[in-house]
T-cell receptor, first 114, second 111 residues
Framework: NAGVTQTPKFQVLKTGQSMTLQCAQD?????MYWYRQDPGMGLRLIYYSASEGTTDKGEVPNGYNVSRLNKREFSLRLESAAPSQTSVYFCASSEYGRTGYGYTFGSGTRLTVV | KQEVTQIPAALSVPEGENLVLNCSFT??????LQWFRQDPGKGLTSLLLIQSSQREQTSGRLNASLDKSSGRSTLYIAASQPGDSATYLC??????????FGKGTTLSVSS
């Protein structure tokens, strides 16, 4: 099925460990995004990539890095995980179409940092 | 800084009722507004997208309106069903940025 694929779906890390969350889309979208969702906080933008080769910080970028590997893939890296980074992470992509900018979200990665 | 607020935070209704979810935003300079649905433990599903030049969009039992000048949008759900139980998220897109989300309204429809 066409859409946004995130891996892994679940992950438990120890404080200080590093990991990379992977995201790939097969809709030929130019723009991709990483959000985190926390109870009572809603979805907050971490980083986004308006097009291949560009990345920009969102509302909560501290502690994260991103790589837009190619048009399809946008990864999020935690260099030294902290308990405050326990969250659900969503990747999304968007493209301007007939009805405007439509967004497609992945199913999320549930990360726990202990 | 754009802020998106959704009221109420939670809503419980019996099956068959018509209901309205509210969304407000502080800066009217938006490109579009989008309503999403999120089921527990799942990702987001786009329901309706309203361009800044539009007043409303309809899909089946859902109708979303937009009043950009007053910074408000409503999502109307007709003849609610238990399968409509989910969290509904409102998000706006400004120039050159990604979506800015409200915290959502959690809807429970009882049979």
């Amino acid at each position: 099925n066409a859409g946004v694929t995130q891996t892994p779906k679940f992950q438990v890390l120890k404080t200080g460990q590093s990991m990379t969350l992977q995201c790939a889309q097969d809709m030929n979208h130019n723009s991709m995004y990483w959000y985190r969702q926390d109870p009572g906080m809603g979805l907050r933008l971490i980083y986004y990539s308006a097009s291949e080769g560009t990345t920009d910080k969102g509302e909560v970028p501290n502690g994260y890095n991103v790589s837009r590997l190619n048009k399809r893939e946008f990864s999020l890296r935690l260099e030294s995980a902290a308990p405050s980074q326990t969250s659900v992470y969503f990747c999304a992509s968007s493209e301007y179409g007939r009805t405007g900018y439509g967004y497609t979200f992945g199913s999320g990665t549930r990360l726990t940092v202990v | 800084k754009q802020e998106v607020t959704q009221i109420p935070a939670a809503l419980s209704v019996p099956e068959g009722e018509n209901l309205v979810l509210n969304c407000s935003f502080t800066d009217s300079a938006i490109y579009n507004l989008q309503w999403f649905r999120q089921d527990p433990g799942k990702g987001l599903t786009s329901l309706l997208l309203i361009q800044s030049s539009q007043r409303e969009q309809t899909s089946g039992r859902l109708n979303a309106s937009l009043d950009k000048s007053s910074g408000r949008s409503t999502l109307y759900i007709a003849a609610s069903q238990p399968g409509d139980s989910a969290t509904y998220l409102c998000a706006v897109r400004e120039a050159g940025t990604a979506l800015i989300f409200g915290k959502g309204t959690t809807l429970s429809v009882s049979s």
